[in-house]
């Protein structure tokens, strides 16, 4: 019996960002339409933040997921989001990498992030179009294009000492995001909470908690099941936090 792609990709040379070209054609593109781009002109980051994204050699790819009954507007983007550093650590681990994971989807290594993860829901009034999940890798960059990066960073051949083939790294990262996609919507994030847990550096720490243009010192204390981040204040007060990023204070490594 013939088995059916687990997805479709399309390659660019060059594009201004791959979770915009996603967007602006959300509507023509199939589910699980893969676009990949040697280098990015307009690479975006979270928080309106930059992705340089000028080297050749690096992941730059976006996932398009269309509406399905499980993927729509309840769908959190912060699980989903979870899910892909998940399976970004994953891959990165069978090169030999120790990553970890900074809430809510940074990946890093030796205390540096290698990965960031953009995800973006397409909605248009009441219209839930759907959603891109857009990651960078850092798999080929030298120490002095690291040192450029406005935080502490690094790329893979910089940890294992040798060249990263893209492509083969990318098909072991597209594989492990869709053989267990479907589980992934059916359960969410309780099917990969252990293994998130198990790779966390953050939680029993006191962190520094960006949300919207909040700045708040906290206790990061649990996951909670769907996803969200329980933390102590100052006062003693459990909280629940869905958004937000850990923000690091200046030459703060995360181990
Ligand atoms: C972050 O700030 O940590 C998220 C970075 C996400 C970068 C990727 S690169 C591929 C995709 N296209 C973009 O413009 N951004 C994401």
């Known amino acids: 019996m013939e088995q059916r792609e687990l997805y479709l990709t399309k390659h660019f040379e ?25 280098v990015q002109t307009n690479g975006k980051g979270r928080m309106n933040r930059a992705w340089i994204s000028d080297k050749k050699g690096n992941v730059y790819l976006s996932i398009v997921l269309k509406p399905c009954d499980k993927v729509n507007r309840e769908l959190p983007l912060s699980e989903i989001t979870q899910y892909m550093s998940v399976i970004v650590c994953k891959t990165l681990e069978t090169y030999g990498a120790e990553a970890k994971i900074k809430w809510s989807n940074d990946v890093l290594v030796g205390g540096r992030k290698i990965a960031g ?7 248009r009034g009441d219209k839930f179009n759907g959603l891109v999940v857009g990651v960078g890798i850092n798999l080929n960059l030298s120490e002095q294009d690291v040192g450029g990066i406005s935080q502490p960073a690094t790329a893979l051949n910089l940890i294992i000492g040798a060249p990263v083939d893209r492509d083969t790294f990318i098909k072991s990262l597209l594989d492990r995001f869709f053989e267990s996609y479907d589980a992934f919507l059916t359960t969410g994030f ?5 293994y998130y847990v198990s790779r966390n550096c953050f939680l029993n720490k006191i962190i520094t908690l ?10 990061a204390l649990k996951m909670r099941d769907d996803g969200a981040l329980i933390v102590i204040d100052d006062n003693m007060q459990e909280k629940v936090v869905t958004a937000g990023e850990i923000v690091p204070e200046i030459g ?4």
């Open 14 to 38: 060059e594009i201004d960002s791959t979770n915009e070209y996603a967007l602006r054609n959300l509507k023509t593109l199939p589910d699980r339409q893969v676009i990949i781009s040697d």
């Open 117 to 123: 993860i953009l995800s973006q829901a397409s909605v």
């Open 190 to 194: 309780p099917l990969i909470k252990e």
């Open 210 to 219: 960006k949300t919207y243009n909040l700045s708040e010192s906290v206790t």
């Open 252 to 255: 703060e490594i995360w181990i």
